[in-house]
Structures are given as C-alpha cells and as structure tokens.
Nanobody
Framework: QVQLVESGGGLVEPGGSLRLSCSVSRFASYPYAIGWFRQAPGKEREAISCLTTAGGTIQYSDLAKGRFTSSIDVAKNTAHLQMDSLKPEDTAVYYC??????????????????WGQGTQVTVSS
C-alpha cells in the first residue's frame, strides 16, 4: 500500500513563503505522478500542480502560475511545492496525491487514488 506524508505547512504572513514536502513510501513503483491539491473551508478541492517521476512537463493550474513551483526528487521519493508571495486566500489544507498510472497531464482529482493526510497552510498577519 502506497503511503504519502505531507509536511511543511504552518502559519505565514502575507507575502511570505512556505515549502511543502510529500514523502512517498517505498512501495510506489516507477513511473508515477504526483499531484498537489488544496481545499479551503467551504470550498471544493482544487488542483495546483501535477508532475511525474518520468520527467515530463510539469502542469500548473492558473492559481499556481508565477507563484508556486513543484519539483520531485526521484531518488528520495519526495515531492516539493515551493509557494511564494502567499496571500490570505491561499489558506487551505494542502494535499499531495499519487497516480500509479502516471496520468500527470490530467491534473485533476479523479486521476489520483492515493492521498496524504493533508497539511494546513494559514496565511495571515
């Protein structure tokens, strides 16, 4: 059973930065896709970025372009989401998810069947 563990969330002031990490258990076989999603209170979960261990083009949603950067360290089975210029509206629970079928070009919730527990990001002064 694949397991994912997010870390790096917390409280940050507007304009600040956070780097989230997603550690994938050794039971994941290559290649696979990692997706980053978030869900704010009272809102639906939305996609942020999706990428693959196979080196394909990283997908970003409009909310992420210019401020968020995702990456993956294949050797360490760890993905990262660098978030800069954070705004109060970025406050949400952030999740990473894994798609064993490596459909990173479909950056949507339905493509991902293994999810982490989420990490809270709060942007507030």
């Amino acid at each position: 059973q694949v397991q994912l563990v997010e870390s790096g969330g917390g409280l940050v002031e507007p304009g600040g930065s956070l780097r989230l990490s997603c550690s994938v258990s050794r039971f994941a076989s290559y290649p696979y896709a990692i997706g980053w999603f978030r869900q704010a209170p009272g809102k639906e979960r939305e996609a942020i970025s999706c990428l693959t261990t196979a080196g394909g083009t990283i997908q970003y949603s409009d909310l992420a372009k210019g401020r968020f950067t995702s990456s993956i360290d294949v050797a360490k089975n760890t993905a990262h989401l660098q978030m800069d210029s954070l705004k109060p509206e970025d406050t949400a629970v952030y999740y990473c998810a894994l798609d064993k079928l490596n459909r990173y070009y479909h950056c949507a919730e339905w493509a991902y069947d293994n999810w982490g527990q989420g990490t809270q990001v709060t942007v507030s002064s």
